[in-house]
């Protein structure tokens, strides 16, 4: 199998380059502060605390497999929100409906999680960085009243969704 390809980034140009480039060798003396620009952030590490890594991990086992095949099945494929707004659409993200980042003891409850599709996913980890404080440079909102009921969920995060 060969290596990772995708196009150059200069507009217009269709050259196959490998994944790591951002150009092809044509055009990226063109680009000299795009270059460095992703060059730095390329080469900034994400750090993670302890918190962090544990919950990364948990994506990995066994248990969670397990756990993502049967919420599949029980949830028949389907996006949970977008049925609730009257919409079929292909689920592939099996989301935890409260953030594990707010109650980790949840975070193999089968009962608190739900087939998602990205678009339903995106809306809502929008609306649960504002109402539970989680995500990157958030601090959790202690006070937040845990919401389970993926109906209540969907209308509060109503405001961040676009099916796609």
């Known amino acids: 199998m060969g290596s990772k390809v995708h196009t150059c980034a200069h507009q217009g140009c269709h050259k196959l380059i490998p994944f790591d480039n951002r150009y092809c060798t044509q055009h990226i003396a063109l680009h000299p502060r795009d270059t460095k620009r992703f060059d730095k952030a390329y080469n900034v590490k994400r750090q993670h605390d302890n918190k962090t890594k544990e919950r990364i991990a948990f994506y990995q086992t066994k248990q969670w497999k397990q756990l993502r095949k049967q919420v599949i099945e029980r949830d028949n494929g389907l996006d949970q929100y977008a049925l609730r707004d009257g919409l079929v659409v292909p689920g592939k993200l099996v989301d935890h409906i409260i953030p594990i980042e707010f109650a980790p003891e949840l975070k193999d409850d089968i009962n ?53």
């Open 112 to 164: 608190n999680l739900v087939l998602t599709s990205m678009a339903s996913h995106k809306a809502k980890t929008e609306w649960e960085q504002t109402y539970y404080g989680t995500g990157k440079k958030n601090t959790i909102n202690k006070s937040a009243v845990p919401v389970k009921d993926i109906g209540i969920v969907y209308e509060m995060m109503k405001g961040y969704f676009k099916h796609e």
